[in-house]
Nanobody
Framework: VQLQASGGGLVQAGDSLRLSCAASGLAFRMHALGWFRQAPGKEREFVASIKQGGLRTIYVASVKGRFTISRDNAKNTVYLQMNSLKPEDTAVYYC????????????????????WGQGTQVTVSS
């Protein structure tokens, strides 16, 4: 399984970025997908997840109303649209897929049942 994240960069507070993550090696439409982030000196944190069909999503409270997770099952790609970025959003962002087909965690992911992509750096300056 490969998950290839892209779209990170250096932006100013209030700007937007869209992260993408292209997946291969798994039956994409059968797996829930998510995003995590890890800021310097902090533990990796769950950000958002999306169910197989794309109709159910979950967000950590700190990004609700600003970030939107979506997926295109025809392109095997998951996205994270990030608006109104804040300096505290600065982190390496990782995409993840639930290893278990047809599984859905109705809450924040712990990260123990996931495939991981390499991270993409997001830096928000004040």
């Amino acid at each position: 399984v490969q998950l290839q994240a892209s779209g990170g960069g250096l932006v100013q507070a209030g700007d937007s970025l869209r992260l993408s993550c292209a997946a291969s090696g798994l039956a994409f439409r059968m797996h829930a997908l998510g995003w995590f982030r890890q800021a310097p000196g902090k533990e990796r944190e769950f950000v958002a997840s999306i169910k197989q069909g794309g109709l159910r999503t979950i967000y950590v409270a700190s990004v609700k109303g600003r970030f939107t997770i979506s997926r295109d099952n025809a392109k095997n790609t998951v996205y994270l649209q990030m608006n109104s970025l804040k300096p505290e959003d600065t982190a390496v962002y990782y995409c993840a897929a639930d290893r278990r087909p047809n599984s859905w965690v109705a809450g924040a992911w712990s990260g123990t049942n996931n495939y991981w992509g390499q991270g993409t750096q997001v830096t928000v300056s004040s």
